[in-house]
């Protein structure tokens, strides 16, 4: 396990590098100025171009990239061009609201999603399975910006239950986005619960289990269900790694102010230094979480080992 690991940490580096060159290069692709939009619109072309020095925008794009990556490796993530600030500082602030949603979004749709497809398995081809699975593809289709402004008008403006954005009303601020955050996560979820559970309790040791008087319950939850995991653990870690990216979106309708509302921010103001540092934050913590679910593969499946 440990000579796995090492292999897969060591691989990361130059998958890295291609990374962040790609990003880089994406970011200076995007249409306009942001020497011009400091300067504003009453600025000559020498102030303009006095700012584009300042920022070294002037060089050659390699020359420029080559700068941003020695500065990365040294931990520098840059300042701010809309405000100055050190881009690790602006991060800081809004990492933790976004985590928090994203743990609580995925901490739901994993437990109810697993219940549901469990559900569903065991009454296959009944009601249950019928409305379980009916949740299941609602929960697939519907896009979570929809069901977040449905929330808002029925559980906000209606019933005022919740507020409608931001991040002031502590604990119940993370509710609703949470909710149109996880809901397609969890319904993915249940579907694959359910098709791995029903292929598990066709296998012979189920049939053999059953024979020896052992309860529905200890079959399923003990023995079944361990083993049809695997396919349920994928998933979850691929969607969590979504999650941090896709709540841009969410944070966006909820006026959430975490790290997808700080990315939309940026983009609009051309603050390359911050739409950079946080493009590759979450390409980074995509790569972990896939190195985590290649772990948590032996912990739930020990015929699985890594050489």
């Known amino acids: 396990m440990w000579k796995y690991l090492i292999k897969r940490i060591v691989a990361l580096i130059p998958l890295l590098l291609v990374v962040s060159f790609v990003i880089f290069m994406f970011i200076h692709l995007i249409?306009?100025?942001?020497?011009?939009?400091?300067?504003?619109?009453?600025?000559?072309?020498?102030?303009?171009?006095?700012?584009?020095?300042?920022?070294?925008?002037?060089?050659?794009?390699?020359?420029?990239?080559?700068?941003y990556l020695s500065s990365l490796l040294s931990g520098d993530l840059?300042?701010?061009?809309?405000?100055?600030?050190?881009?690790?500082?602006?991060?800081?602030?809004?990492?933790?609201?976004?985590?928090?949603?994203?743990?609580?979004?995925?901490?739901?749709?994993?437990?109810?999603?697993?219940?549901?497809?469990?559900?569903?398995?065991?009454?296959?081809?009944?009601?249950?399975?019928?409305?379980?699975?009916?949740?299941?593809?609602?929960?697939?289709?519907?896009?979570?910006?929809?069901?977040?402004?449905?929330c808002i008008q029925l559980f906000s403006v209606h019933l005022g239950l919740f507020p409608t954005g931001g991040a002031d009303a502590g604990w119940k601020s993370y509710i609703l986005p949470s909710f149109a955050l996880g809901a397609g996560i969890m319904a993915m979820i249940a579907r694959f619960t359910r098709s791995s559970l029903v292929n598990t309790l066709k296998q012979?040791?189920?049939?053999?289990?059953?024979?020896?008087?052992?309860?529905?319950?200890?079959?399923?939850?003990?023995?079944a269900l361990k083993n049809s995991l695997i396919p349920v653990i994928t998933v979850a870690g691929l969607q969590f790694g979504f999650l941090l990216g896709g709540s841009v979106v969410v944070e966006t309708v909820f006026s959430f102010p975490g790290l997808g509302r700080l990315l939309i921010d940026s983009i609009h103001f051309r603050d390359y230094p911050v739409i950079q540092a946080l493009i590759l934050f979450f390409s980074v913590q995509f790569i972990l979480v896939n190195l985590l679910v290649d772990i948590l593969y032996s912990l739930f499946n020990p015929k699985i080992r890594y050489e």
């Open 31 to 67: 249409p306009g100025d942001p020497a011009r939009l400091i300067a504003g619109k009453e600025a000559t072309l020498e102030e303009i171009e006095a700012i584009r020095e300042i920022l070294g925008l002037n060089q050659p794009l390699m020359q420029q990239y080559l700068t």
């Open 204 to 223: 012979d040791y189920i049939r053999t289990g059953r024979a020896k008087g052992l309860s529905g319950r200890t079959i399923i939850f003990s023995h």
């Open 78 to 150: 840059g300042f701010s061009v809309k405000s100055g600030a050190p881009v690790s500082s602006l991060i800081a602030d809004r990492i933790m609201p976004t985590l928090g949603l994203t743990f609580l979004s995925i901490t739901w749709a994993l437990i109810i999603g697993i219940l549901l497809g469990v559900v569903s398995a065991v009454f296959r081809d009944k009601w249950p399975d019928r409305l379980g699975m009916l949740t299941a593809v609602s929960g697939i289709s519907l896009p979570n910006f929809w069901v977040g402004l449905v």
